[in-house]
């Protein structure tokens, strides 16, 4: 059995992450539980915010015509909350109040979940 995926992107996500890999080279993501634009997932230029063993990578995200994986990051204490989640990464209009890089582009990445089911949380150990 293949292991479900725990990240997905709209196709508005993924457009909007071809775009900005095409300007700004590879990517990652990193969600956190409050800093700036709240619980909103942050896009930085890869290795432009450092992990460590606070975080989790949750996924690394394949977006067709970008080179790199996007590696997605949790903050170990976001992911005590949301750990039974599916994550999935969209768009929508407006200008967050963070660092992340689509802020110029009058956009904000945005999350969107569910309760996993129960064949995802096995395949998890969350069960």
Wanted: charged share 20%; net charge negative; hydrophobic share 40%.
């Amino acid at each position: 059995m293949t292991t479900p995926t725990r990240v997905e992107l709209t196709g508005e996500a993924a457009d909007l992450l071809r775009r900005l890999a095409g300007t700004h080279g590879p990517l990652m993501f990193h969600q956190s539980g409050g800093c700036c634009d709240g619980s909103s997932p942050m896009c930085f230029a890869a290795g432009e915010f450092i992990t460590s063993d606070a975080d989790v990578h949750l996924q690394d995200l394949v977006v067709e015509g970008v080179a790199e994986p996007i590696p997605f990051w949790m903050s170990v204490s976001q992911y005590e909350y949301w750990k039974h989640t599916h994550l999935t990464v969209d768009v929508v209009q407006g200008r967050g109040s963070g660092f992340s890089l689509e802020a110029p582009e009058g956009v904000r990445f945005l999350i969107r979940s569910r309760l996993m089911t129960e064949p995802e949380l096995r395949a998890y150990d969350l069960l």
